[in-house]
């Protein structure tokens, strides 16, 4: 596809900080254009697994990035995030979303344990927020303080940090060793 990729991934890929080796989930995936961007950086046992509820989003992720599946780095998937388990077979080093907004509004059902269980040991979630500098992400609320509460209720998450100081809010945290 040559649509451009939008400011708000453009701006994200760098803070994933990426040597292209990782084993990667995004969440919320659709429609593609994060996957699309990381696909060429990966390398070695480097491969990201996309995935999002929406059938046609799925869809379209599929549609981008055909070359990356035949080459193997990518495996897409239409599910729901709030009912993924911690299938001890999987490890991923990040896990990352954009703009998936159920870890502020709905914690409970945000299944952050089972996210971490998904995690490698000191391996890293990462959730952006946010399209540009003019959107008013968080306006009226704090997003950041809310994504990061429910981060601190999973015992398995660590060094829970928020930074709202660019045009993306990014709020992290790791897996315990
Ligand atoms: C607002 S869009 C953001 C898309 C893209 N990540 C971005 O930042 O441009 C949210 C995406 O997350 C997906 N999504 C929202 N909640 C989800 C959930 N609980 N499980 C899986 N996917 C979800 C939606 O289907 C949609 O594709």
Do not use: C
């Not at 400011?7 to 593609?32: F, K, Q, S, Y």
């Not at 914690?107 to 959107?135: E, H």
């Not at 990061?148 to 045009?167: F, H, I, M, P």
Request: hydrophobic share 40%; proline share 5%.
């Amino acid at each position: 596809m040559s649509e451009r990729t939008p400011a708000h991934i453009a701006r994200l890929v760098p803070h994933l900080g990426l040597t292209g080796t990782e084993r990667i989930l995004e969440l919320g995936a659709a429609p593609g254009v994060a996957v699309a961007e990381i696909g060429p950086m990966l390398t070695g046992d480097g491969h990201i697994t996309a995935l999002d509820r929406s059938a046609t989003g799925v869809r379209r992720i599929r549609e981008r990035n055909e070359d990356l599946i035949d080459a193997g780095r990518l495996t897409v998937v239409e599910q729901d995030l709030t009912t993924l388990s911690g299938d001890p077979g999987s490890r991923f080093d990040l896990i990352f979303a954009s703009n998936v907004n159920v870890f502020w509004t709905h914690p409970a059902k945000a299944n952050v344990d089972a996210l971490a269980a998904l995690l490698a040991p000191g391996g890293r979630l990462l959730l952006f927020y946010g399209y540009g500098p003019d959107d008013g992400a968080g306006s009226g609320r704090d997003t950041g303080a809310l994504v990061a509460a429910t981060l601190r209720n999973s015992a398995a998450l660590t060094a829970v940090t928020v930074d709202g100081g660019s045009a993306t809010l990014q709020v992290s945290a790791r897996k315990k060793t």
